[in-house]
Every structure is written in C-alpha cells, then in structure tokens.
C-alpha cells in the first residue's frame, strides 16, 4: 500500500476491543489528502473515537491496513504521534490539579523535547503562541483544575497546536463549549486548515460542521454508510435522520 501522497489513507480497517466479539471499526476505507478537512459524523457508538485512536496507533486495528504520514500504523505509532496532534473528546478535568495552564500546553512539545532536555525559549515561544492563537494569554499561570469545561478545551487544542503537528485529529472539540466559545474554536479551526494543516474532526453534532469542511464521511455501527461534499451531505438527510433516530449524545 502506498500511503505517500495522502495524510492518512485506511484500506479494509476493523478494529475489535479486546473481550469484544464484535468490530468497533469494520472495513474502513478512508483516504484524507495532505491540506484536507474532513469531519466524520455519526450517532454515539458509531465508531468515531475508536476510529481516531486507531489511525493514531493507540488502539492495534486487528484487519485490514492503513498508514499516516506515510507510516504504517501498526508499526510506528510513536512517530505518528509525533506528528500528529490529538485533542481528545471529554478530557475529565481534576479540580485539584496543579498542573499551570502553560506546563499543559508545553506537555504537547514533550515528544520533540525529549525526556532530558528542558524547553527552551524557543519552545515557550510556541506555547505562548499557542495560547495566544486560543485566546487564553491571560490564563497561562491559572491551574488548568480551576478552568470551565471551554476554556479547557480550548488549552488542550493549544496544547495541540504546541505539538506543530501536520495532522490535526479533533474529537468532538464542540463538546462544553458556549455559542462564543464554539464560534471562536471553529474559526481557530479553519485557520489551521487555511495554513495548510489537515485536519480530521468527529461529531455527533451536524449542526457543527465548519464551513472549511470539505468532505463529510458518514458512520453508523463501526461502518462507513456515506460520504461526499459537506454541502451535498447535509441537504441529503440523510444524516440527521440517522442521528435523530439514534439519538445524538456524544
Ligand atoms: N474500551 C472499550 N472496550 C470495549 N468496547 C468499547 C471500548 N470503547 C468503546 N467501545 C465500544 O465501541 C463502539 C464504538 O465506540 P466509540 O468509538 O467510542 O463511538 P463514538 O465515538 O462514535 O461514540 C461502541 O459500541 C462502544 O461501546
Ligand atoms: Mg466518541
């Protein structure tokens, strides 16, 4: 398989837990060009988390095939994540936590800092970019356990953006955020696309699919059931048909 010219490309993939009988993920076919944004949307349990830990080289596929980056995902998971920045759906904040705002967001270059070397300006330079990109300059020094469920999504897409990664993988980054908050996570999210990051999202939410997207991959019981332009996809039905009848919690 040549995964060269595409950001990720998924032949034939499953994905079963382990004491599951049945695939979370059944024969995915997937391909994301290097610069595409797609969003993957589904009902709860459709697959969509597994399907980004998956790609991420977390969760072993158990058929099939696929590579990110050009990279096997069985076999170079370390490098993927590397290059690759994850934001995680519904991070349980501790309100304990000590953990400053910037160490959190600096925690996303500890793959490129290494474990015996400490950051240095230039990698503070990028956290403070990062979060001046999310809007959160002012919340560098606050505890990350005294933050609102926004302002911690938006530290970890910070923590993300920290990383320079090539690939984006966003899972459910619309989830706890207020209208203003939505609004300015979707535009930080078009932006990246437009400087040329790719960008794979999931949703259980159509109403939430930014403009930037261009392709929108339908999921239902571990399978791909549609997928085509954003706009076409949304006046179809299809989709919220299959989400009103399933349900849409995320
Ligand atoms: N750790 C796990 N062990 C076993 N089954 C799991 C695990 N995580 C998720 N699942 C199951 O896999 C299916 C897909 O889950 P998930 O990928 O989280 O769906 P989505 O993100 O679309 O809501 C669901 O049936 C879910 O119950
Ligand atoms: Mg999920």
Not at 72 to 93: A, H, P
Not at 156 to 172: F, K, N, S, T
Request: charged share 25%.
């Amino acid at each position: 398989m040549n995964g060269a010219q595409d950001a990720i490309l998924l032949r034939g993939l499953s994905a079963v837990y382990e004491g599951e009988s049945v695939p979370a993920i059944r024969d995915i076919d997937m391909s994301v060009a290097s610069g595409d944004f797609i969003c993957v949307v589904g009902p709860n349990g459709a697959g969509k988390t597994t399907l980004l830990e998956v790609i991420n080289g977390i969760l072993p596929h158990t058929s099939g095939e696929g590579t990110a980056l050009g990279l096997s995902i069985s076999e170079n998971g370390d490098r993927i994540r590397k290059r690759i920045g994850y934001v995680i759906q519904n991070f349980e904040i501790d309100p304990l936590s000590p953990f400053l705002c910037r160490n959190v967001v600096m925690s996303g270059r500890a793959g490129m800092i290494g474990l015996l070397r400490f950051p240095a300006k230039h990698d503070w330079d990028v956290v403070n970019r990062a979060l001046s990109l999310v809007g959160m300059e002012s919340y560098a020094s606050r505890p990350v356990g005294k933050l609102s469920g926004g302002e911690f999504q938006k530290i970890l897409i910070a923590r993300a953006i920290a990383q320079e990664p090539e690939v984006y993988l966003l899972d459910e980054p619309f989830s706890n955020l207020d209208i203003k908050a939505r609004g300015d996570v979707d535009r930080l999210i078009c932006e990246l696309n437009r400087g040329g990051s790719t960008i794979l999202m999931v949703s259980h939410d159509v109403g939430s699919i930014p403009l930037s997207c261009t392709r929108m991959i339908l999921m239902d019981r571990g399978r791909i059931v549609a997928e085509g332009p954003r706009n076409e996809m949304l006046q179809t039905g299809e989709i919220s048909d299959l989400l009103r009848c399933r349900g849409s919690e995320p």
